[in-house]
């Protein structure tokens, strides 16, 4: 058996696993945004305001957040028991609950918006949501009747929604039902890195045409998301979630990666086989660690 041809093949198989991993982790659909210098900027910001986009005082601070690895578990499948006054159905990672006894909430009759969410969160930390100290409230979508809670990991909450929980409301206001997901456990995984500013990811839409004229940008928020899906684990990156408000339709929400800058189009990336699962967990930690020592690079991109 020629054992130094069969090294040189798994020499080359695992190197070609490390270089796709990587390229998972740094690829975003997008090319990452180059800036320009702070009159650039000032431009950008009129330009925005010559198409009647409003948006608040947009911060240009720069934090510096690390990577996330979470390890899965069936712990919402397994626990799902012990909820009580509620039907509950766990398919596909997501638990379903009906309530038996709704919610009401107090809304404003002008703008529908909800006056007091109290008895959600004391719904919640009743015991009546799995795990419900670990989500924090993320927003409310006044057409869609939800609001939606996000997982929160490393003090930062999860923007996609691999880590949320979605209150549904009936015409009534009450809430009915809702469906969460449970990322697992959260470890810090590597450094810290640089992410970019407020101002600049929400540059980074208008420049990429994603957000519409006469519109208003309402929210922007340091969150997580899934960059990666292993067997056994996932791996979470920074994220700007952004959401972008125009009159009589949904509220639009818009991502973008806070390491790149570039424009989030899926919201996870997941190997293709079992196989090539299993032979990666071997090469996670150097594709970590590759990326590790890109992140000089990262932060000279940024200003």
Do not use: C, H
């Amino acid at each position: 058996m020629d054992f130094r041809r069969i090294k040189i093949i798994f020499i080359l198989t695992f190197a070609a696993l490390n270089i796709y991993l990587l390229s998972v982790l740094l690829e975003k659909n997008a090319t990452t945004l180059s800036f320009g210098s702070e009159s650039t900027t000032l431009n950008i910001e009129e330009a925005m305001k010559a198409d009647d986009i409003s948006f608040p005082t947009l911060s240009t601070d720069q934090e510096k957040i690390p990577l996330l690895k979470t390890d899965k578990g069936g712990s919402l499948e397994t626990d799902q028991s012990k909820l009580v006054n509620q039907t509950t159905v766990f398919e596909d990672g997501v638990l379903s609950s009906i309530l038996s006894n709704p919610i009401p909430l107090e809304i404003d009759a002008g703008d529908l918006m909800i006056v007091d969410r109290t008895p959600i969160t004391d719904f919640m930390l009743q015991g009546n949501v799995l795990y419900g100290s670990e989500y924090t409230f993320l927003t409310y979508l006044p057409l869609r009747r939800q609001l939606v809670y996000a997982q929160v990991a490393n003090n930062i909450p999860i923007g996609d929604s691999t880590g949320s929980i979605t209150f549904n409301l009936d015409p009534d206001y009450e809430v009915i039902s809702y469906e969460q997901t449970f990322a697992g456990v959260a470890e810090v995984q590597g450094s810290s890195r640089t992410v970019i500013s407020q101002k600049r990811a929400v540059e980074a839409l208008y420049l990429n045409n994603q957000i519409p004229a006469n519109s208003t940008v309402r929210t922007v928020q340091l969150t997580y998301y899934r960059t990666l899906s292993l067997s056994d684990m996932d791996i979470y990156s920074p994220m700007w979630y952004i959401e972008i408000e125009i009159e009589n339709a949904p509220v639009e929400i818009r991502r973008v990666d806070a390491l790149t800058g570039s424009i989030i189009t899926t919201s996870s990336v997941s190997l293709p086989s079992a196989e090539a699962q299993v032979k990666a967990k071997t090469a996670t930690s150097s594709a970590l660690l590759l990326e590790e020592e890109d992140s000089s690079e990262t932060d000279n991109e940024v200003d």
